[in-house]
């Protein structure tokens, strides 16, 4: 097992100590208002989030990030840190990805295994509040981590949260979630493969029901998640 290996199951294990289990991302809500209710329409939400959001915008924005980190090229990351926190419509996705950024930085500057490298350290301190995939990037990309293994790996993170925010909130059965993770998982290789190469002017977040969800999950009386 090479050590890339390693520190990539170290950046996606739910272990990491970015609270990204505290989060749904809208999720709440559509459970909530009755548009989720079973494994098939939990199913289809997360299909649709993971494919048109974090397929089209998210996942090429992570690959552009992994090329501008080791070419030092500090102002193509700030502009593309600035247009993730853009693309973020509310005030709750913001905030997550401010602070899943925030603690994946502070945790990589106190680790040895990060500041060690040449450059790694002050490149990341460089950042005007990080968002999550600009801080995974670098580690990703300081610990030698190719974009075609950190692309599946970051969508396949993401996928497993929205599944366990799915199994606690519907809730679904472990072996239901078992089931997800294994249909929405056979997708994460084609949108990985078409995430690395798709030109800038290409890329979208279109998810207006997405948007929907996190503004009515701010003001939802009962809820498990902050997001």
């Known amino acids: 097992m090479s050590l890339p290996l390693v520190r990539l199951l170290q950046l996606t294990t739910p272990a990491l100590p970015v609270g990204a289990y505290t989060y749904s991302q809208g999720l709440e809500w559509a459970i909530d208002s009755g548009r989720i209710a079973d494994e098939a329409s939990a199913g289809d939400w997360i299909g649709d989030v993971m494919t048109h959001s974090l397929g089209r915008f998210e996942l090429p924005l992570l690959a552009a990030l992994m090329r501008a980190w080791p070419a030092a090229d500090r102002a193509e990351v700030a502009r593309l840190n600035e247009d993730f926190l853009a693309s973020r419509e509310t005030r709750e996705l913001r ?92 997708r994460i290789p084609e949108l990985a493969d078409a995430a690395a190469t798709l030109p800038e002017a290409d890329w979208s977040n279109f998810t207006p029901a997405l948007a929907i969800a996190s503004c009515r999950h701010e003001t939802q009386y009962s809820r498990l998640f902050r997001s």
């Open 95 to 186: 905030a997550e990805t401010v602070q899943m950024g925030y603690s994946l930085t502070r945790l990589l500057l106190e680790l040895d295994r990060f500041t060690a490298i040449a450059g790694a350290a002050e490149a990341l301190r460089g950042v005007d509040t990080p968002a999550f995939p600009t801080a995974w990037s670098a580690a990703a990309c300081a610990w030698r981590i190719a974009p075609a293994e950190a692309l599946p790996a970051y969508a396949w993170a993401w996928l497993e949260n929205q599944v366990m925010a799915a199994i606690k909130a519907v809730p679904l059965g472990q072996s239901a979630g078992q089931r997800l993770l294994a249909a929405l998982g056979e």
